[in-house]
């Protein structure tokens, strides 16, 4: 993680340079993907890690039930909604 942060820092800064171009042509299709990766490696870090050990409960349940809203391409709100139901429902019954 400290490695892509530092990355990110750097290419910023061969931004500013005469080397921003060169290195944003060739990098720039990757640099682009870099914000989706960081964010899904939180959403499983959040979902799948408690007290540094792996956790499989509700959350575990809830993020597929979104995923499969979102493979389905139901509205965001209905995503969210469905993930946050079926975790409530599994919470509650355990």
Do not use: H, N, Q
Request: proline share 3%; net charge positive; aromatic share 4%.
């Amino acid at each position: 993680m400290i490695v892509l942060a530092a990355g990110s820092y750097a290419l910023k800064v061969l931004g500013v340079t005469t080397l921003g171009s060169v290195v944003e042509r060739r990098l720039g299709p990757l640099v682009s993907l870099l914000p989706v990766v960081l964010f899904s490696a939180l959403i499983v870090v959040m979902t799948f890690e408690t007290a540094g050990e792996l956790v499989l409960d509700a959350r575990a349940v809830g993020v597929g039930v979104g995923a499969l809203a979102v493979w389905r391409k139901a509205p965001l709100l209905v995503v969210v909604l469905a993930a946050m139901s079926v975790t409530a429902c599994l919470r509650l019954v355990t």
